[in-house]
């Protein structure tokens, strides 16, 4: 077996195992993430944090179908979803950035409505409504389409054939720097240092509102395990930027990291009930209350 036939069987491998077990996470994520909007709606606690988390719920499944099953199809079965000089394909690419974009500033929208609600106490309460959440929900994805339009430009350029060796860095370097500051920089910035805060209050302040306290554990919870998926993924995409595989092996490796840092991005926005799960007991008293109700 020649070393194309054998660089081409490690992709196929490469490719099956990787979307085997991406459908997985993503049937899984798809039914957690329903599992937390009926949840939420059995939570008596009508401020804009149960509102903003059903809108994450949402926007989290809608990312995982977008990300999950239709680019795991794509690697798998080797469609050509990216023909950028489409115009439905470039409103599917629009359209999953889109959604992956809300997933993520959800998480940050999220973070920041505890620090308002720690900070401002009084104002949160008087102030905190599931309109007022549904109204930043929506300025959420707003913003994240209008950042998602920003790829416009890089199909702009590559629609122009640019072939000389200055045009096809720039749109090398425009699409990781703008991947790295919108999709990263800004949200784990204000998450990570959010989650400082809510450690330091939760220290300070050990008496307090009972309710308020576990709902920021929880969102806690969330943040911490978000900064960790996304740091380890913006590592592997650093360590293999520039990375230019020389053997099979070594694209056999290349192919593993990308699928990883892919599973990793559709895991995040799928484990979300099971941390809401493990540390709310509001939460698993809500979620059993929407089998006990029916059978009692």
């Given at each position: 077996?020649?070393?194309?036939?054998?660089e081409?069987?490690?992709?196929?491998?490469?490719?099956?195992?990787?979307?085997i077990?991406?459908?997985?996470i993503c049937?899984?994520?798809?039914?957690?993430?329903?599992?937390?909007?009926?949840?939420?709606?059995?939570?008596?606690l009508?401020?804009s944090?149960?509102?903003l988390?059903?809108c994450?719920?949402?926007?989290?499944?809608i990312?995982?179908?977008?990300?999950?099953?239709?680019?795991?199809g794509?690697?798998?079965?080797?469609?050509?979803?990216?023909?950028?000089?489409?115009l439905?394909?470039?409103i599917?690419v629009?359209?999953?950035?889109g959604?992956?974009f809300?997933?993520v500033?959800?998480?940050?929208?999220?973070?920041?409505?505890?620090?308002?609600?720690i900070?401002?106490?009084?104002?949160?309460k008087?102030?905190?409504?599931?309109?007022?959440a549904?109204k930043?929900?929506?300025?959420?994805?707003?913003?994240?389409?209008?950042?998602?339009s920003?790829?416009?430009?890089?199909?702009?350029?590559i629609?122009?054939?640019?072939?000389?060796?200055g045009?096809?860095?720039?749109?090398?370097?425009?699409?990781?720097?703008?991947?790295?500051?919108?999709?990263?920089?800004?949200p784990?910035?204000?998450?990570?240092?959010?989650?400082?805060?809510?450690?330091?209050?939760?220290?300070?302040?050990?008496k307090?509102?009972?309710?308020?306290?576990?709902?920021?554990i929880?969102l806690?919870?969330?943040c911490i395990?978000?900064?960790?998926?996304?740091?380890?993924?913006?590592?592997?995409?650093?360590?293999?930027?520039n990375f230019?595989?020389?053997?099979?092996?070594?694209?056999?490796?290349?192919?593993?990291?990308?699928?990883?840092q892919f599973?990793?991005?559709?895991?995040n926005?799928?484990?979300?009930?099971?941390?809401?799960?493990a540390?709310?007991?509001?939460?698993?008293?809500?979620?059993?209350?929407?089998f006990?109700?029916?059978?009692?």
């Amino acid at each position: 077996m020649n070393s194309t036939k054998i660089e081409n069987y490690l992709e196929y491998q490469l490719a099956e195992y990787m979307s085997i077990s991406g459908i997985i996470i993503c049937s899984f994520g798809i039914l957690f993430n329903i599992c937390s909007y009926f949840t939420c709606m059995k939570l008596n606690l009508h401020n804009s944090a149960i509102t903003l988390i059903k809108c994450q719920a949402l926007w989290d499944t809608i990312a995982i179908f977008h990300d999950g099953y239709i680019e795991l199809g794509r690697n798998y079965y080797k469609y050509n979803l990216m023909n950028i000089s489409n115009l439905s394909c470039k409103i599917l690419v629009f359209h999953s950035w889109g959604s992956s974009f809300s997933s993520v500033y959800h998480i940050m929208v999220l973070a920041l409505d505890r620090v308002a609600a720690i900070r401002f106490p009084m104002w949160y309460k008087q102030n905190s409504k599931p309109q007022l959440a549904y109204k930043i929900s929506f300025g959420v994805v707003l913003f994240s389409y209008g950042i998602s339009s920003l790829n416009l430009i890089k199909f702009k350029l590559i629609d122009s054939n640019c072939t000389m060796y200055g045009s096809k860095t720039f749109i090398h370097w425009y699409g990781a720097i703008h991947v790295s500051f919108f999709a990263f920089a800004i949200p784990f910035s204000v998450v990570l240092f959010s989650n400082v805060y809510f450690v330091y209050s939760l220290r300070k302040r050990q008496k307090g509102n009972l309710t308020e306290r576990r709902l920021t554990i929880m969102l806690l919870t969330n943040c911490i395990v978000f900064c960790i998926f996304t740091l380890s993924s913006v590592i592997l995409n650093g360590a293999t930027f520039n990375f230019r595989p020389e053997d099979v092996h070594e694209k056999a490796m290349l192919i593993l990291i990308d699928q990883t840092q892919f599973t990793m991005a559709i895991a995040n926005a799928s484990v979300n009930f099971l941390l809401y799960f493990a540390s709310g007991p509001m939460f698993r008293t809500a979620f059993f209350s929407l089998f006990t109700e029916k059978l009692c």
